[in-house]
């Protein structure tokens, strides 16, 4: 079936350095998703991409979406202490529709 | 202000228990969704419904029931059939499709 599939599964950074983390899917993505969790939290929408080779920017954080639909990547700037928590991408199930197929996550740990 | 209600925030089940955790949404969204999340997982899809009276089966629906009489309405029972029913779970839902999730707090099960 479809999967997705994050690397790391773990990162910690130093306050100050950036972060990546990458999303690969077993099929070609109509649109892909991210969201974020912080400890203890729910996950909460981040931002959605939709055309090949899309980038978008909030802030921070640098969110892309690969050519061939299959992959996409956030990268965040600087981390900051409020940056923790794990990032998931998710692509709807099948071309078109809205059940997720979530990624495991990346988890980010920042030191000050 | 509008969003998702998950209830109880903590619940515990003893074994041959069947539990209903409540979610309820004040967004006036068609599609609800159950996501299950395990330490280490991504999130994965137990039961969805985009309309009142209509759900269907997510990855993992053995041993869990829902139902939508309402639209703002989706429990979800765990029952006895659930053998490792120990996690959090969480609510979420969507105006449309193709669009992001706003997830509820979660209610985190516990066996006992």
């Known amino acids: 079936g479809q999967q997705v599939m994050q690397i790391p599964q773990y990162q910690h950074v130093q306050e100050g350095e950036d972060f990546t983390t990458y999303c690969n899917s077993s099929t070609t993505l109509s649109n892909i998703q991210w969201y974020k969790q912080r400890p203890g939290g729910h996950p909460v929408f981040l931002i959605q991409l939709v055309k090949s080779g899309e980038v978008k920017k909030q802030k921070r954080l640098t969110f892309q979406f690969g050519e061939a639909k299959k992959n996409s990547s956030l990268h965040i700037t600087a981390t900051q202490t409020t940056d923790v928590g794990t990032y998931f991408c998710a692509g709807p199930r099948g071309e078109y529709g809205n059940k997720l197929v979530f990624g495991a996550g990346t988890i980010l740990r920042v030191k000050s | 202000d509008g969003g998702i209600t998950q209830s109880p925030k903590y619940l515990f089940r003893k074994e041959g228990q069947n539990v209903t955790l409540s979610c309820e949404q004040n967004l006036n969204h068609d599609a609800m969704y159950w996501y299950r999340q395990d330490p280490g997982q991504g999130l994965r899809l137990i039961y969805y419904?985009?309309?009142?009276?209509?759900?269907q089966k997510g990855d993992i629906a053995e041993g869990y029931s829902v139902s939508r009489e309402k639209k703002e309405s989706f429990p979800l029972t765990v029952t006895s059939a659930q053998k490792n029913p120990t996690a959090f779970y969480l609510c979420?839902?969507?105006?449309?499709?193709?669009?992001?999730?706003?997830f509820g707090s979660g209610t985190r099960l516990t066996v006992v």
């Open positions: 979420a839902s969507t105006p449309w499709d193709n669009y992001g999730y706003t």
């Open positions: 419904s985009q309309i009142v009276n209509d759900f």
